[in-house]
């Protein structure tokens, strides 16, 4: 909120006439801070500011039309630079508790607590009630502040408790801040404030839970799920569509990690002892048994996701196993190379095993990502301890029983149930030699740092804002049915998905109209019922979340097609279902076409030339996928090359054949899944020098 000003008004002066119109706005900013300072919210007139700067009411009522103007663009660039100062610190900050603190060392920074931005700060706070354009900054602020303390304390507590202590220290936060101002800084000081907030975030993430006192319940039926003795905490698993716990899971903390590491570490040698071949047909009966048990184990997934189980019965289950028998047939291939180096010598390399590896995964799909990380983690001749997330936990465990059953050693694939901080056991552990994530951008910063200290491996699949490109020559319902394949499947939650989606002015108007005629015809509902296309969204944080930017889609000037709303009718109001929605005269810059929603969020842009559109395709952060249908193939292949994404489609959208690598680049990701790629990432290269002449030794 407070940053210090750089420019005086006598600087202002020394402007000439064809310096940029952006340096004169600011300056005028500055003195509009220095004039709030010294003369408050009411002495602040344009004349006044005006005067200060050296310049005619006019000039100042040409850039800001009015005071309103002048002081809400004030108001906007105190909030900015806050908050570009926290996203800095955040982005620093390498660990959930660290960026808790980032917060508030932003907010109670040394520069907030200075008179001239305090005050300038203060006086906006005495108007906000009272001036609209200063209640959106305010609004926005407070949400961003809030955002990140709940985003970081997700990772350490359960989300409700997240939630609720998030609220506390924004709470303290301002209030600590207001009681300082009023005082004149004579209350607290910057480095007072930031320690009495830091011992109270201490305290209460010391504080003992209820699930640390009593001891936990067991769970529901899905094998391991059950109370053992001494462990400390647990959770439960919802289904998301109707409220009900599916089980109640415990956590696994450093002795159980540290005891399936040490398992696994001796598995791993007799396994990977095991000639390629004996070890892909281990691989082999598991995608048998995954197959055979299709309808149980996607009846499951459906209950903990909340997707159809149109999807899931036929996506899956099935594409796990596919990945499983492809990973089995590539088991028995694996080799080096060698090396002719002349008469005297010849080299080998050898592809070995890692050792002990561990997959986390996200909830989207919970047991193909076990299948894409433990398949070729496998086939290689590693053990792998692998993590689901705390949301959907039981999958794994039943992909955990068909290896077991299929013959796979005890201890060569095991699974530890818990929250981040499960998670953190293992990018810690030394015994563990890589780490593959699927996650979000900002898990995968924190992972590597953490897998830095023990320099450990990584796969990255991170997340995605991936651009589908539909030009003038496509076909029309080619192009509809893959951006809805692109961006409903799984109720808008998969990482790849085409969620700005590029249409050639030419054919815009027809493929709105078809586009909203196909999505008002999809089928809400019951996620078992199977004729249910879209099912729920995974938590109701996440259905706000994604409400929250269908309304930021609508106040920044988007405008709806169709959806926009939660459905409650019936039996669904006790889950969390979002309304397929699409937005049509999105501009690059609005949050909706910028940000992962992860929700059935589709943004609709308009381009008119080649050029044009791979520019704006590529103005992202994210590279995890792209699409392009056209009918003109070289065009096709011309602007594949051009855009910056690690996996895409021409003429379809989000098919993921396991043949084909998976994966990103930019902040979506580093490494591949899938694929002989794969094989890479799991296995290292043992390079050995054969001689075969007399050695020849100059001492
Ligand atoms: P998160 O990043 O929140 O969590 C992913 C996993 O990492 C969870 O198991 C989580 O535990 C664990 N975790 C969180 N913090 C840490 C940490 N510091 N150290 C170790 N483990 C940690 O992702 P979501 O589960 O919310 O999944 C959605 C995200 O995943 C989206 O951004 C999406 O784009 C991305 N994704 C990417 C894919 C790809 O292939 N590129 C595919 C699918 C999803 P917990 O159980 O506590 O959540």
């Given amino acids: ?27 005028l900013i500055e003195v509009t801070i220095d004039s709030l300072a010294e003369v408050g919210y009411v002495g602040s007139t344009l ?11 006019g000039l100042v009522a040409h850039y800001f039309d009015d005071k309103d103007g002048l002081l809400e663009a004030t108001f906007r660039t105190l909030a900015r630079g806050i908050g570009d100062r926290m996203r800095e610190a955040l982005r620093r900050a390498g660990t959930p508790r660290g960026r808790v603190q980032a917060v508030i060392d932003t907010n109670l920074a040394p520069e907030e607590f200075d008179q001239r931005t305090g005050t300038a700060w203060l006086a906006f706070w005495g108007q906000v009630l009272h001036v609209r354009g200063l209640k959106r900054v305010q609004t926005v602020y407070q949400r961003r502040m809030l955002s990140n303390l709940r985003h970081a304390l997700k990772r350490l507590l359960p989300a409700d408790e997240a939630r609720s202590l998030a609220a506390m220290i924004a709470a303290m936060i301002d209030g600590v801040w207001l009681r300082a101002a009023l005082s004149r800084w004579q209350e607290a000081d910057s480095e007072s404030a930031r320690a009495m907030l830091t011992a109270f975030v201490d305290s209460r993430l010391r504080k003992p839970t209820p699930a640390d006192e009593e001891p936990p319940f067991a769970g529901s039926g899905t094998g391991r799920i059950s109370a053992r003795a001494g462990r400390a905490r647990s959770f439960k698993t919802v289904n998301p569509a109707t409220g009900e716990v599916l089980a109640e899971i415990a956590v696994d903390g450093p002795a159980e990690v540290a005891a399936a590491v040490a398992k696994a570490a001796a598995a791993q040698k007799e396994w990977a002892s095991l000639p390629g071949v004996a070890r892909g047909r281990i691989l ?94 496998l086939a290689c001749g590693n053990a792998m301890i692998f993590k689901p997330a705390e949301l959907t936990p039981l999958t794994a465990i039943k992909l955990r029983d068909a290896f077991a059953e299929a013959g796979l050693p005890d201890g060569v694939f095991q699974v530890v149930q818990g929250m981040a901080d499960t998670g953190r056991l293992l990018t810690a552990h030394p015994g563990i030699r890589k780490i593959s994530l699927t996650g979000e951008v900002g898990t995968g910063r924190a992972v590597m740092a953490d897998c830095a200290a023990s320099l450990k491996q990584v796969t990255l699949e991170l997340g995605g804002k991936s651009p589908l490109i539909v030009f003038d ?26 969620t700005r989606v590029f249409v050639h002015r030419a054919i815009k108007a027809a493929f709105l109209e078809r586009l909203a005629a196909r999505v008002s015809a999809m089928r809400i509902g019951d996620p078992l019922d199977p004729a249910t296309q879209v099912g729920a969204l995974i938590s109701e944080d996440h259905m706000t979340k994604v409400l929250t930017y269908i309304a930021r889609g609508k106040s920044e000037g988007a405008r709806l097609v169709t959806g926009g709303h939660r459905v ?132």
């Fill in 47 to 57: 004349a006044q500011i005006a005067q200060r700067a050296g310049v005619s009411p």
């Fill in 568 to 699: 409650t009718r019936g039996d669904l109001a006790n889950g969390f279902f979002v309304a397929p929605t699409v937005f049509d005269e999105c501009h690059d810059d609005m949050a909706i076409v910028r940000e992962e929603i992860f929700g059935p969020v589709m943004s609709v842009l308009e381009f008119e030339d080649e050029e044009e559109v791979v520019a704006r395709a590529n103005a992202t952060e994210f590279g995890l996928a792209a699409g392009v249908f056209t009918n003109d193939l070289t065009r096709a292949h011309r602007v594949i090359a051009r855009l910056q994404a690690g996996t895409c489609w021409i003429n379809h959208y989000n098919v993921t054949p396991i043949e084909l690598p998976f994966g990103g680049v930019k902040l979506s990701g580093l490494g591949r899944e899938n694929g002989r790629a794969a094989i890479e990432h799991y296995t290292q290269l043992k390079s050995v020098y054969v001689a075969m002449g007399n050695v020849e030794s100059p001492y």
């Fill in 1 to 27: 909120m407070r940053g210090r000003a750089s420019f005086r008004s006598t600087e202002l002066n020394r402007q000439s006439s064809d310096e940029p119109e952006e340096a004169r706005r600011r300056q």
């Fill in 473 to 498: 020559d496509a076909v029309l319902d080619n192009a509809v049915g893959g951006a809805l394949l692109g961006n409903f499947y799984s109720a808008g939650e998969v990482c790849s998905n085409g």
């Fill in 284 to 377: 082999r009966r598991a995608a048998d048994i995954l197959r055979a048990r299709n309808a149980e184990l996607a009846e499951l997934e459906t209950r903990d996701t909340g997707k159809p189980i149109q999807e899931t019965s036929a996506v899956d289950v099935i594409s796990g196993a596919d990945c499983l028998e492809y990973y089995a047939g590539l088991a028995a291939t694996l080799a080096g190379e060698h090396l002719d180096l002349g008469p005297q010598a010849f080299g080998y390399t050898r592809r070995e095993p890692l050792g002990v590896v561990a997959g986390i995964g996200a909830w989207n799909y919970p047991l193909q990502i076990a299948c894409w990380k433990s398949a070729p983690a």
